[in-house]
Structure formats: C-alpha cells, structure tokens
C-alpha cells in the first residue's frame, strides 16, 4: 500500500479508485491549499495529483521525499510541474492529454461568438438594466462565413476548434511546429503558414500552443501591430503566451477589434486595462470544465498514478 496525496478537490469516483487500493489524503477543502500546508503534506508521498494551481517544483519535490515516483498533473498544460526536476529524482510526469480537447475547443468557440457577436456585450446591457431596443446598427458585430480563423499550435485542441471553423463556414490557416498528416489537412482545409502571415491573414487569431519560455509573450505589441484591424485574438491556452498590457493597449488603440480570454498573464488578476473595454469577452479559465471532462481528466491522473505505483507504464506520461 502506498500513500498517495491529492493536492485539491477532484471528482470522488477518482478519489475512491484510487483508495480502493492506496492510503490517499485527498485535501478536501473548497479554497485551495496552502504553500504552508502542501509541503507539510506530501511528506512521505508516493504518488501526488496536482492541479495546475499548484507549483510543483524542486522545493516540492524534496518535501514529498525520496520514495515519490510519480507526479499526474490533472490538466493537459504541464508549465506548473517542472518537469527536468522530477526526470532527475527519477519521478515520471503525467499530464491528462486528449480528454478535454473537445471542451476546450467548445469555449474557444464561444469565446469566437462572444467577441465577433458582442455577445458578452450584449448580456451585459440587459442586466445593467440599460434601455435598449432592437435597431439596424444596434451592436452590430461582424461574420464568421467565409472568413479565416488562424490557429496558432495545431495540436489536439487547435484541430478541434479548426473543426468548428469549418462547420461555421470559415477556412482555416495554421502555425505549427509540425505539419498535420495530409487527410487531417484535407479534412480541415487547413494551410500551414509562418506566424507572420498567419497574423497578417486571419479574420481570427486562436491560441492553442503549451505554455514554455519559448512561447512567453509569443503575442505581443510587435504581432498586435501586424494583425488586421477588424481581427480578433482569442486565448483558451495559457494567459502569459499573451503580452497582456499590450492587449488592453491594442483593443483600446483599435489595432484590432477584439478579444476573448479564458486564461490570463497573472490568474487569477486580470489586466485592468482589460476590464474597463467592452470589446473583450473575459472568462474565469474554465475551458474543460464540465462534469464529464473534469471526471474523465480526474480518472486519467489516477490511472496513470496507478499504473506507477504498480510497477506498470502509465498511459499518458509527459515524456515518453
Ligand atoms: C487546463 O487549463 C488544462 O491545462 O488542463
Ligand atoms: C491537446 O492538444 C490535447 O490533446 O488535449
């Protein structure tokens, strides 16, 4: 029997396998855990699930101890476990890939509608209880037929969102480190570009690469300039692969029309430059949150600690 720590709240069906077979101290409380508490915790752990609103770093690891041998992070983006600090103590990583793609991309979409149909806008001035009738230029917002959604990272997400581009009429371009297999290419219509002419090009800029040094403020003041003014950016991915000041100034500047985020540079504080405009739409980082998603995401991080601990390969390791 080993002892395995969950660092927060997830869906109990995951929680129960896993003590079906180890000693698990799941932290139960609705607020996040502690720094305090959690390097008082995994004392003594053989296996930790992590969310990615805690820092799995070498501090951490060090506090779990030497018998720790396996770190499931339940989300698909990893920037929050460093990982050379486990392959070095020989801890295996674990992400939950695949699992959200189709709940991700769901929010990308929204997000899509909410900024080119004034959506978010448009709840709000009912709710302000704001006068408002119907009118030929009343919040008028701009059309996604025939117009090009650029996906920047064409990984399982960025396809799926591409997918909803093309049932929404749209065609789709791509920046990607490597190129899609020729009949998913077809199947999407998708071109792959530069970075450059993909800004340059779309009607809609959609984020959908991991979070690393190498993409760190991959949008910024420079790619906000070269985009078209009538385009929109929508990050669903990570908050600080966008230069977030430079957003506020881009929107409030009209570089570009507008933009939806569910991720921020500095979660959960949002630019306040961002909450004074009415051309982004702002979402609380809740792009694989349904119940079916988090419980598949939940169950996926506890088979791969499973698998660890019983001497076995883990379906979803990050490194292979
Ligand atoms: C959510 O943001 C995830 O990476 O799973
Ligand atoms: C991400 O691209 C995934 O496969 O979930």
């Known amino acids: 029997m080993s002892k395995i720590v969950v660092t927060g709240r997830i869906p109990e069906v995951a929680v129960e396998r896993l003590r079906a077979e180890h000693e698990v101290d ?6 996040a855990i502690s720094r305090e508490e959690l390097l008082a915790r995994v004392a003594g752990a053989d296996a930790l699930l992590t969310l990615l609103t805690e820092r799995v770093d070498a501090e951490l690891l060090n506090a779990a101890g030497p ?3 396996v770190v499931a992070n339940v ?18 990583a674990t992400n939950t890939p695949g ?3 189709e709940a991700t991309a769901d929010v990308a979409f929204a997000l899509i509608l909410m900024a080119t149909r004034r959506t978010g806008e448009g709840e709000r001035v009912i709710r302000s209880g704001q006068p408002w009738k119907w009118g030929m230029f009343y919040l008028l917002g701009s059309g996604l037929q025939g117009k090009t959604l650029g996906v920047v990272g064409m990984g399982g997400i960025g396809q799926a969102t591409a997918r909803r581009a093309r ?12 190129e899609l297999a020729p009949e998913v290419a077809a199947e999407l219509g998708a071109r792959r570009v530069e970075l450059d002419e993909l800004l340059a090009t779309a009607d ?41 000041a430079a957003l506020a100034d881009a929107l409030r500047d009209g570089q570009i029309a507008g933009a939806g985020l569910d991720v921020y540079e500095h979660e959960p504080q949002v630019h306040p430059g961002l909450l004074e405009l009415d051309n982004v739409a702002l979402l609380p980082h809740l ?3 349904t119940v079916e998603t988090r419980t598949a995401m939940a169950n996926l991080a506890a088979d791969n600690a499973l698998a660890v601990l019983a001497g076995t390969q883990p379906p979803t390791p990050i490194e292979k």
């Open 204 to 244: 809609v800029v959609s984020l959908h690469c991991p979070y690393s040094p190498a993409t760190h403020h991959l949008i910024g003041a420079e790619q906000f300039a070269a985009m078209r003014d009538s385009a929109y950016l929508v990050n669903t991915a990570r908050g600080p692969i966008v230069d977030e």
């Open 99 to 101: 699992v959200l793609t």
């Open 26 to 31: 799941a932290w139960s409380a609705a607020e």
């Open 67 to 69: 018998q720790l041998k």
């Open 167 to 178: 049932a929404f009429g749209m065609d789709v371009i791509y920046q990607s480190r490597s």
């Open 287 to 289: 792009g694989s949150a």
């Open 75 to 92: 989300a698909v983006g990893y920037d929050n476990v460093d990982v050379p600090a486990c392959t070095a103590r020989g801890i295996i």
